[in-house]
C-alpha cells in the first residue's frame, strides 16, 4: 500500500527542491514530519540518500535551516532526508502521546533516542526505531528517486547516538557512518540512562544494550566506514558524550574509525555546519565507489 | 567616547568566530543588537566589512542562522556584519519604543525601513539610516579587526532596499553593492509608500526620494558595482519588488548593473543561501582590487 504523503512546503534552492513532508505514521501512530533535498538530476535517475538524525529538541526543521548541507548535497547529487526526533501531538486514535510529563527537554517529545519503548504509557508510540529503519525508508523509497542500495547515515548528540545504533544493527545497510558530537554510550551516561530507563525499563540491561553504541561493538558488530567529529569545547563533552569511550571501544574491538577532536568548537550548529560539506563529501566518496 | 559593547554569545565557526553584540545606541535611544563574524586572521590583521541588511520581520538573527555565509567569508577573510532591522523594547529614557499600533509585519518593529523618522512617534528612535550609516560603522570600526577603508553592503528585500539606498547616497565608501530580491522603488509599492508615508510624511515626496532606488539613480546618483539576483518564483515580485524598475532606472541613466533573474526560487532564505556563496566572492573580488 502506497502511504499518503502531504507536502506541507517546497522551496527551490542550490538547483534542487528542499521540501518538508508529512504522513501518518503506523509505528507512531501519530503524524509524522520530515524534510527532504532533492537535487537536480535527470528523468529517472535515481539518488543516492543520506540520512540525518538530530539531536534533543529538535525537529526536521534545525539542520534544513542551519546545517548548510544543500550545496554539497547538490554537488554530489545526494538525497539528504531529516526525519523527527519523537512522536508529536495527538495520537490518530485520538489519545494524547504522552510526553515527559516534567517539562524535560531530554526525554519524552523531541527526545525519542532512536529507540522502540517497551514501558507503558510510551511503548504504543515512542517507536522510533523502527520508524527510522523500516517505515521512513520505504516511503522514501516510494516518494522520491532515492536509491536505496546506496545509503548513508549521520546525526548530530542523540541523532549521533541514533545513527550510530542504527548502523551498527544494519551494517550492510549503510555505506559509511558518521556523527557530529554523538552520545556513544548511553547505558553510562545521565542523558542516556533516563531514556533508556525511561522507555526501556530501569532494569532491562540487554535491551539497552541495543542501544549503545559502545555496547554493540563490544558485543561484535562492525562498521567499515565510521567517522566522529567532536568539539573539544562542548559543554556535554565530560558528562554525556564521552567520545573517548567509542575510542576505546573501537581499539579494543581493533575496528578502524577516524574520531577527531575540533579544538574550540562546541555544540551548535555553528559546529556542524562547519564540518557538513567534509562529511557529505566523504559520504558521497564512499556511497559512489 | 568608546561604547561599551556586551557580548551576547560567541560561537566558533569555519574557524573564526561568530559573535552577537548589544549596545545602548544614541541615535536609536534603545539597546541594539547586532551580528559579527570575524574570521581567523593574523595577528594585527584588518579585514574587508560586508554589511548585510535584512528584511522585514527580521533580526540579525535570521541571516546568521540561514544565510550561509560563514564559508565564502572565512574563505576570502571578510567580516560579516548583520543590524537588526529596527529599534525593539524599551527605549533608554524609559518610554516604550512605538509599534505599529495593529501589528503590522511590515511597519514598526521589525521593519524600519533603514529611513529617519520624520513623523511622530517615530522619529526619536526609528534612525535606522543614520545607526546603519555612521554609529553602527564607528562602533565596528573601534571593536573589531575592521578595514573601512575597504567596505561592501548587500541585503535582502527591505535590506536589499537599504543595502541600494545606502550605497547610492555614500557611492565612495561601498567598493560594491549587491541585493537580493530587493525593493528598489518603494514610493511606487505597497510596502514603500506604508513605510515612507508613515515615517516621513504622506506627502514628503523630496524626502522619500532620498531612500528610494530608482529615485536616486534618476537623480544622478550612482554605483561601479551593482550586482542583484532576484527569484523569479518570488511571490512579492510582481507588486513589491519591480524589478525592472531598477533596470529601466539604470538603462536610462547609462548605469552598467548585473541584474539576474534566478528561475524558480522564491522570497526566502533558501534563494538567499544558494547565491550568497556567489555575492561573497563577488564582493571579495572588489574589496581586493
Redesign the interface.
Given at each position: 500500500m502506497m502511504t499518503t504523503l502531504e507536502t506541507l512546503s517546497t522551496?527551490?534552492?542550490?538547483?534542487g527542491v528542499?521540501g518538508v513532508y508529512r504522513h501518518d505514521s503506523g509505528e507512531t501512530g501519530t503524524a509524522m514530519t520530515f524534510a527532504v533535498f532533492v537535487p537536480d538530476h535527470d528523468p529517472g535517475e535515481t539518488l543516492p540518500v543520506l540520512w540525518y538524525l538530530s539531536g534533543l529538541t529538535c525537529t526536521h526543521a534545525n539542520v534544513m535551516?542551519?546545517g548548510?548541507y544543500?550545496?554539497a548535497c547538490a554537488d554530489e547529487r545526494i538525497i539528504f532526508v531529516a526525519p523527527d526526533t519523537s512522536p508529536r501531538g495527538p495520537a490518530m486514535d485520538g489519545q494524547p502521546v504522552p510526553d515527559d510529563a516534567d517539562g524535560a527537554y531530554d526525554f519524552g517529545l523531541g527526545a525519542g533516542f532512536y529507540v522502540d519503548a517497551t514501558v507503558e504509557p510510551f511503548a504504543r508510540n515512542y517507536r522510533m526505531r523502527s520508524y527510522i529503519e523500516t517505515e521512513l525508508p520505504a516511503i522514501v523509497g516510494a516518494h522520491f528517486p532515492a536509491d536505496l542500495a546506496a545509503q548513508s547515515i549521520t546525526g548530530h548528540s542523540m541523532g549521533g547516538h541514533g545513527a550510530l545504533t542504527v548502523a551498527l544493527r544494519n551494517p550492510n545497510r549503510f555505506k559509511s557512518v558518521s556523527a557530529f558530537s554523538p552520545i556513544v554510550a548511553p547505558s553510562q551516561v545521565p542523558w542516556g540512562v533516563k531514556a533508556l530507563g525511561g522507555y526501556l525499563g530501569t532494569n532491562d540491561f540487554e535491551t539497552w544494550a541495543q542501544y549503545d553504541a559502545c555496547a554493540l561493538i563490544a558485543a561484535g558488530a562492525r562498521l567499515p566506514n565510521l567517522l566522529v567529529d567532536q568539539?573539544d569545547?562542548d559543554q556535554f563533552l565530560d558528562e554525556q558524550l564521552k567520545t573517548d569511550l567509542l575510542r576505546e571501544a573501537c581499539a579494543t574491538a581493533g575496528m578502524k574509525a577516524m574520531i577527531r577532536m575540533q579544538p574550540?568548537?562546541?555544540h551548535?550548529?555553528?559546529?556542524i555546519?562547519?564540518f557538513m560539506?567534509e562529511h557529505v563529501r566523504w559520504h558521497a566518496a564512499r556511497l559512489k565507489s
Amino acid at each position: 500500500m502506497m502511504t499518503t504523503l502531504e507536502t506541507l512546503s517546497t522551496n527551490k534552492a542550490f538547483g534542487g527542491v528542499q521540501g518538508v513532508y508529512r504522513h501518518d505514521s503506523g509505528e507512531t501512530g501519530t503524524a509524522m514530519t520530515f524534510a527532504v533535498f532533492v537535487p537536480d538530476h535527470d528523468p529517472g535517475e535515481t539518488l543516492p540518500v543520506l540520512w540525518y538524525l538530530s539531536g534533543l529538541t529538535c525537529t526536521h526543521a534545525n539542520v534544513m535551516e542551519k546545517g548548510e548541507y544543500r550545496r554539497a548535497c547538490a554537488d554530489e547529487r545526494i538525497i539528504f532526508v531529516a526525519p523527527d526526533t519523537s512522536p508529536r501531538g495527538p495520537a490518530m486514535d485520538g489519545q494524547p502521546v504522552p510526553d515527559d510529563a516534567d517539562g524535560a527537554y531530554d526525554f519524552g517529545l523531541g527526545a525519542g533516542f532512536y529507540v522502540d519503548a517497551t514501558v507503558e504509557p510510551f511503548a504504543r508510540n515512542y517507536r522510533m526505531r523502527s520508524y527510522i529503519e523500516t517505515e521512513l525508508p520505504a516511503i522514501v523509497g516510494a516518494h522520491f528517486p532515492a536509491d536505496l542500495a546506496a545509503q548513508s547515515i549521520t546525526g548530530h548528540s542523540m541523532g549521533g547516538h541514533g545513527a550510530l545504533t542504527v548502523a551498527l544493527r544494519n551494517p550492510n545497510r549503510f555505506k559509511s557512518v558518521s556523527a557530529f558530537s554523538p552520545i556513544v554510550a548511553p547505558s553510562q551516561v545521565p542523558w542516556g540512562v533516563k531514556a533508556l530507563g525511561g522507555y526501556l525499563g530501569t532494569n532491562d540491561f540487554e535491551t539497552w544494550a541495543q542501544y549503545d553504541a559502545c555496547a554493540l561493538i563490544a558485543a561484535g558488530a562492525r562498521l567499515p566506514n565510521l567517522l566522529v567529529d567532536q568539539g573539544d569545547a562542548d559543554q556535554f563533552l565530560d558528562e554525556q558524550l564521552k567520545t573517548d569511550l567509542l575510542r576505546e571501544a573501537c581499539a579494543t574491538a581493533g575496528m578502524k574509525a577516524m574520531i577527531r577532536m575540533q579544538p574550540g568548537y562546541d555544540h551548535s550548529y555553528y559546529f556542524i555546519s562547519t564540518f557538513m560539506d567534509e562529511h557529505v563529501r566523504w559520504h558521497a566518496a564512499r556511497l559512489k565507489s
